[in-house]
């Protein structure tokens, strides 16, 4: 089945920096690449996602991006805030199996005023 | 708008005994499925369900049954509870297809 590593698990910035969090997968066939925010106390919340025919997506302050050749994807946070401070999720799916996601160790972030 | 709705929100399990966290959605999703969040290692998928009647076994089953009756329920049973149980569990639900998971807010259970 599918393996999904995401690296680091912990990460400290200053407030305005930028963060980076890294996910590698093992399936080929995987085709949807989705990154899940979850604030204390709640569920994870989707807050991008990628399929495998685009290589870079952008939201406002984040972005992600895909290189299907290394089968790694990467979610980019700019002008970092207090309230980015959560635990990120990557996830990868093939859509064999209805929309079965297999997601990452997480990553805790903690932005620094 | 509810969503995704689980109960209870936190429950205390001696060893041996069973239970069953509720969960229900009322955006009409095919996919439904419950995850488990341990420390360190993400959300593991336990069970998951792609319509009524049918349902399948995730990554970590063992321990577990589900049911899927209806569009909108979707429960998770603890047979014999042990302490390899105590996590946080989620429901969670989407179109059939790929597309945004939504997520309850969990279920915290302590198995002593």
């Known amino acids: 089945g599918e393996n999904v590593e995401q690296h680091p698990s912990t990460l400290s910035v200053q407030e305005g920096d930028s963060a980076v969090i890294k996910c590698t997968y093992s399936?080929?066939?995987?085709?949807?690449f989705p990154w899940y925010k979850q604030e204390l106390g709640k569920g994870p919340q989707l807050i991008i996602d990628?399929?495998?025919?685009?290589g870079e997506k952008k939201d406002q302050r984040i972005a992600v991006t895909l290189n299907k050749t290394a089968k790694h994807f990467s979610l980019h946070i700019t002008e970092t805030q207090p309230e980015d401070s959560a635990v990120y999720f990557c996830?990868?799916?093939?859509?064999?199996?209805?929309?079965?996601?297999?997601f990452g160790g997480g990553t805790r972030v903690l932005v620094k005023p | 708008n509810a969503g995704v709705t689980q109960t209870p929100k936190f429950q205390v399990l001696k060893t041996g005994q069973s239970m069953t966290l509720q969960c229900a959605q009322d955006?009409?999703?095919?996919?439904m499925s419950w995850y488990r969040q341990d420390p360190g290692m993400g959300l593991r998928l336990i069970h998951y369900?792609?319509?009524?009647?049918?349902?399948d076994q995730g990554e970590v089953p063992n321990g577990y049954n589900v049911s899927r009756s209806t569009t909108e329920d979707f429960p998770l049973r603890l047979l014999s509870a042990a302490p390899s149980q105590t996590s946080v569990y989620f429901c969670?639900?989407?179109?059939?297809?790929?597309?945004?998971?939504?997520f309850g807010e969990g279920s915290r259970l302590t198995v002593l």
């Open positions: 399936d080929s066939a995987s085709n949807y």
């Open positions: 990628i399929r495998s025919n685009v």
């Open positions: 369900s792609v319509g009524a009647g049918i349902t």
């Open positions: 996830a990868a799916s093939n859509g064999a199996a209805g929309n079965k996601l297999t």
């Open positions: 955006m009409n999703h095919e996919y």
């Open positions: 969670a639900s989407s179109r059939l297809q790929t597309g945004e998971l939504f």
